[in-house]
């Protein structure tokens, strides 16, 4: 019976990848220039914080990082941006956290998604952090894919283990 689980995962290395670009950045661009700003990935806590000058330095900030992020193909969908809030001698902190893995309310949303298809031979589960769909034929599966890449989940989805 063919089947295939739905994840959402966040590449480390590529996150890694983004913050010190973002970082190198930061360094050499002009308007940063005496603002003594930071970007610090906590790979524990799974979060980057930000430091800078300003409320205005740290939108410029969240810009840089949004952007590198684009680049390096993280889906924006994967980070959520806490409230900015006062650091000593009168800076701006904000905190990133980055979202992995596939809460029970989010598995929920997406198994009542996929039986709302009313897709004749198609069932999901919730198996942990992943969600496992089997069907009785391929094309179905597919068509349960396609959908769920259309509907406007919060969370980046990836799609593995397809098996026949």
């Known amino acids: 019976m063919p089947s295939f689980d739905v ?25 940063f220039k005496g603002t003594d700003s930071t970007i610090e990935l906590d790979d524990k806590a799974m979060s ?3 430091e800078t000058a ?18 390096r193909k993280i889906s924006l969908k994967a980070i959520e941006f806490e409230d900015i809030e006062d650091a000593a001698g009168g800076r701006a902190r904000q905190k990133i956290s980055l979202k992995a893995g596939i809460s029970s309310d989010m598995a929920k949303k997406i198994n009542t998604s996929i039986k709302d ?16 769909v089997t069907g009785k034929k391929r094309d179905a599966l597919q068509d349960v894919i396609a959908a769920l890449k259309e509907a406007d989940l919060d969370l980046p989805l990836q799609f593995q283990n397809f098996r026949d």
Do not use: C, P, Y
């Open 54 to 71: 300003s409320e205005d330095r740290m939108f410029a900030l969240k810009q840089v990082v949004e952007e590198k992020f684009v680049k």
């Open 7 to 31: 994840v959402s995962e966040i590449d480390m290395q590529e996150v890694r990848n983004a913050v010190d670009q973002a970082v190198r950045e930061i360094t050499n661009r002009f308007d």
């Open 48 to 50: 980057i914080t930000m």
């Open 117 to 132: 298809m009313k897709m004749k031979g198609v069932q999901s589960s919730t198996q942990g952090d992943q969600v496992r």
